[in-house]
């Protein structure tokens, strides 16, 4: 049985999550930074969040370097913005999949063969 709770948190500590980050002044903290998602325990007691840098994943390492400073100051934020009785235990997680998913659409768009338009016949007769 699917934990509904759980899914409908997760999805609210992301949205509060992007919203949190932006308020944040750490130097360390890439201001490309996006949360890509959030994994939540069972028991809502730890939560998994996973970051991502167009600038790439060392950028993002430094950056969890950064948002875990600054943890305390986001579970107090998660805390009160989501009316939770317990604020879960946050871990962020360096994760590539935005520079990624920029890598391969430049391997498409340089793969992708010149779109030809379709002659159009004026005579009308056939």
Do not use: W, Y
């Amino acid at each position: 049985m699917a934990n509904f709770k759980a899914n409908r948190t997760e999805e609210d500590i992301l949205r509060e999550m992007t919203a949190i980050l932006r308020e944040l002044k750490d130097p360390r903290i890439d201001p490309m930074l996006t949360v890509v998602r959030a994994e939540l325990s069972r028991d809502l007691s730890d939560c998994k969040i996973f970051v991502s840098s167009l600038s790439g994943k060392e950028t993002a390492k430094e950056s969890c370097k950064g948002l875990d400073s600054a943890s305390g100051f986001i579970r107090r934020e998660l805390l009160r913005r989501l009316k939770i009785r317990r604020s879960p235990a946050l871990h962020f997680v360096a994760d590539d999949s935005i520079a990624h998913s920029a890598e391969i659409d430049r391997m498409l768009h340089h793969i992708q063969p010149p779109v030809e338009e379709p002659e159009e016949s004026g005579t009308g007769e056939e």
